[in-house]
C-alpha cells in the first residue's frame, strides 16, 4: 500500500501538487466540483503537474452541481443520483468527469451516489439502477471504473446496487469515517459484505451521530471510531495493494498537522 491526500482542483494544480510532494506523499485523488474546470486546458495543466512533481494521481473524485445537504434529513433529498430532479443534470456532469480522466490518464472515477434505497422493491430503487447501469456502460465504453464511495447506505444496500447493475467496471471507494459518520456500519465489518469490490480507500476518521438528524463529527485519524489497525490488516488480507489517501476536511494549518500525524500513523501500519 501507499500513501495519498485528497487534492482539490484548482487553476493552481502544480502548486498543490508541490506542496504534496513536499509532505513526502507520493500520491493522491483528484477532486473536483466545479464542472467548468474539467476542460482540455486543465488536463494540460493536470498532466504537466504530474511530470513536474512526479505525484500520482489514483482517482478522480467528480463532484456534481445543484444543492448538497449533508444530513440524513435534506441529504437524501438533495445528495447524488438519488433525487430525480437532479439525476439526469448530474449524469451529465458524471460522463464529463469520465472524459476529464480519459484526459489525464486515470482509470477510477469516484462519486456519492447518495442514500441509495434500501428496499429493493420500490421503482425508485429500480430507477435508479437502470441510470447507473447506463453510466457504468458509458464508463465501461472510455475504458473506466465508476466507484461508489461509501457512506449513505449501508453495506448489504451497496452490494445489492452493484449487483442489479450486473457490470465488471464498477468498484467501491471506501471512506471508512462516512460509514460512521451516517451510521450506516462499521467499516472493518463491512469489507466481508463488499471487500473484494474495493479499489481506493480514504483515511478519514470520526464518530458516530448522536441525533438522528445531524452527522457525526469528523476527528483527526486515530481520534475516532475507525479502528485503523484492524482495517489496514483486513485490507491487506483482501489482497488490496492501493492507496489510503488521507483526507481531513478541515483548513488552514491544522489540517496540515492532522495529513502529517496521519501519514505517520499509516506509515507504521502498512509496515507491520
Known amino acids: 500500500m501507499k500513501i495519498g491526500v485528497m487534492v482539490g482542483l484548482t487553476t493552481a494544480v502544480e502548486e498543490e501538487f508541490r506542496k504534496v510532494k513536499e509532505m513526502g506523499i507520493p500520491s493522491c485523488q483528484l477532486a473536483c466540483w466545479d464542472k467548468t474546470l474539467m476542460n482540455v486546458e486543465m488536463a494540460e495543466k493536470v498532466n504537466h503537474a504530474v511530470k513536474q512533481t512526479g505525484i500520482e494521481i489514483t482517482a478522480f473524485w467528480c463532484g456534481w452541481e445543484g444543492p448538497a445537504i449533508w444530513d ?38 469516484i462519486t456519492h451516489v447518495g442514500f441509495i434505497p434500501e428496499d429493493p422493491n420500490q421503482p425508485e430503487f429500480h430507477s435508479l439502477v437502470s441510470t447507473l447501469r447506463y453510466l457504468v456502460s458509458f464508463y465501461k465504453q472510455k475504458g473506466r471504473y465508476f466507484l461508489f464511495e461509501t457512506g449513505q447506505e449501508t453495506p448489504v444496500t451497496l452490494l445489492r446496487t452493484i449487483e442489479e447493475i450486473g457490470m465488471d467496471n464498477i468498484g467501491i471507494n471506501l471512506d471508512p469515517a462516512n460509514l460512521i459518520l451516517y451510521g450506516k456500519g462499521n467499516p472493518v465489518d463491512a469489507l466481508d459484505v463488499f471487500g473484494k469490490y474495493v479499489r481506493g480507500v480514504h483515511a478519514k476518521d470520526g464518530i458516530y451521530p448522536t441525533t438522528g438528524r445531524y452527522l457525526g463529527e469528523e476527528k483527526p485519524l486515530g481520534e475516532g471510531k475507525v479502528n485503523f489497525p484492524a482495517l489496514v490488516a483486513r485490507l491487506k488480507s483482501f489482497g488490496y495493494r492501493g492507496a489510503l489517501t488521507i483526507e481531513r476536511e478541515i483548513s488552514g494549518d491544522q489540517q496540515i498537522k492532522d495529513i502529517l500525524s496521519a501519514k505517520k500513523i499509516l506509515e507504521n501500519l502498512i509496515s507491520q
Do not use: C, E, H, K
Not at 77 to 104: E, H, K, S, W
Open 72 to 109: 440524513s434529513y435534506d441529504g437524501p433529498l438533495t445528495l447524488g443520483l438519488v433525487p430525480p430532479t437532479y439525476r439526469y443534470a448530474r449524469m451529465l456532469n458524471l460522463m464529463q468527469g469520465v472524459d476529464f480522466a480519459v484526459q489525464i490518464g486515470v482509470v477510477d472515477v
